[in-house]
């Protein structure tokens, strides 16, 4: 007996199974993603919605998609138009991947998504989740998917006291999965197990008297629910202190500087910026030394403006504004470009950055 089948063992599969999609057929948000099977539609919705809330999602999955309606556009489209559509959502190695894996489909499979495990799981970004997501939801393959939604769900009915920021957790519930899952509607059984966890068997307070499948919640069954899932600690954030500038020339053009191919955030725009050792002695000095270095533009720095703050994931941008001047233009470059406030909005930029955009607009109001 395997690991995962001493979980399942005297466990109503059936009874769950029925429960679970009955309750997921009635109460299914109405999401733009569901309206239909379409593998391409899936596939966009669950890059989008990996680590983003399902509100913030809808209106970038609706945007996108009337940009880039078929798989083809997309793999078609410039790369610069597709970071745009995508601005604001972070995370941008997802799309990315996303159009390379596209890409991979409209040249080696005549632009048809595969609808195998050993195929699908071959492209740009498809990791285990999203392989499962694809061929479960779009081809009705019995495949798990899962995700921290899932194995919080699962941790609770099964009653399941493992670390889930293991590998071998996730690989443990992937194999329970497949033991529960629905062989004649996987669809349905693998949205309505997402549906659960991020309406009902929330992280904090889980709706358990009202919950479609409580009779089958070893957890609760032992007032154990709060304890679960198990999680290792989450990774320290690291500090970076920054310096940013607005630097603006005599005919009302600003410079902003595209980033490197590879690396956090990149081939987005921003302002020119450079990180600082020490706050509060030499932002203004290291940021005329670095643009006179780096692009030979010679810049009268003024007072600082604002300070912004961005998280990411694992680190942490405290951003101090500068306003500066220069008194000729460069030449503009394919990674520097000196642009009016209005040609930006043709530009992508990371959040940071979109939001030096607006108090520059404050500042030339």
Not at 204 to 222: G, M, N, Y
Not at 234 to 245: E, F, N, P, Q, Y
Request: charged share 25%; with cysteine; hydrophobic share 40%.
């Amino acid at each position: 007996m395997n690991r995962s089948e001493t979980y399942i063992e005297d466990f109503p599969v059936q009874g769950f199974q029925q429960d679970l999609i009955n309750w997921y057929q009635e109460h299914q948000r109405d999401l733009p993603w569901r309206l239909n099977q379409d593998p391409y539609r899936v596939w966009v919705s669950e890059i989008m919605l990996q680590q983003t809330r399902v509100d913030t999602v809808i209106p970038y999955f609706n945007r996108f998609l009337s940009l880039f309606p078929t798989l083809t556009d997309l793999a078609e489209a410039d790369e610069e138009k597709v970071l745009k559509a995508w601005e604001g959502l972070g995370y941008y190695s997802r799309v990315r991947n996303l159009q390379t894996a596209v890409r991979e489909v409209a040249e080696q499979y005549g632009g048809t998504i595969p609808d195998t495990a050993d195929e699908i799981s071959k492209l740009k970004g498809v990791g285990p989740y999203t392989a499962g997501a694809i061929l479960s939801i779009a081809y009705g393959v019995p495949e798990p998917a899962v995700d921290g939604n899932v194995m919080r769900v699962l941790s609770r009915i099964l009653l399941i006291y493992e670390d889930i920021g293991k590998a071998k957790t996730r690989m443990l519930f992937e194999d329970a999965v497949r033991k529960l899952i629905s062989k004649e509607d996987p669809s349905s059984f693998n949205q309505a197990l997402m549906e659960l966890g991020a309406l009902i068997c929330t992280p904090k307070s889980p709706a358990c008297l009202i919950c479609p499948v409580q009779e089958h919640c070893r957890a609760f069954d032992q007032g154990r629910q709060k304890e679960l899932p198990v999680k290792e600690k989450k990774i320290k954030i690291r500090h970076v202190d920054m310096a940013a500038l607005i630097l603006r020339n005599q005919e009302g053009k600003y410079l902003i500087h595209k980033r490197p191919k590879e690396g956090l955030l990149a081939n987005l725009w921003e302002f020119p910026n450079v990180p600082v050792q020490k706050r509060g002695v030499s932002e203004k000095e290291d940021l005329k030394v670095f643009i006179e270095a780096e692009w030979g533009i010679s810049a009268a720095v003024g007072d600082q403006v604002s300070n912004i703050e961005h998280v990411f994931s694992h680190l942490k941008w405290n951003i101090q504004l500068f306003e500066g001047q220069c008194s000729h233009e460069a030449m503009d470059a394919a990674d520097l470009k000196w642009v009016t406030l209005e040609e930006m909005e043709s530009y992508p930029f990371p959040v940071s950055h979109q939001k030096i955009i607006k108090l520059a607009k404050e500042v030339t109001a």
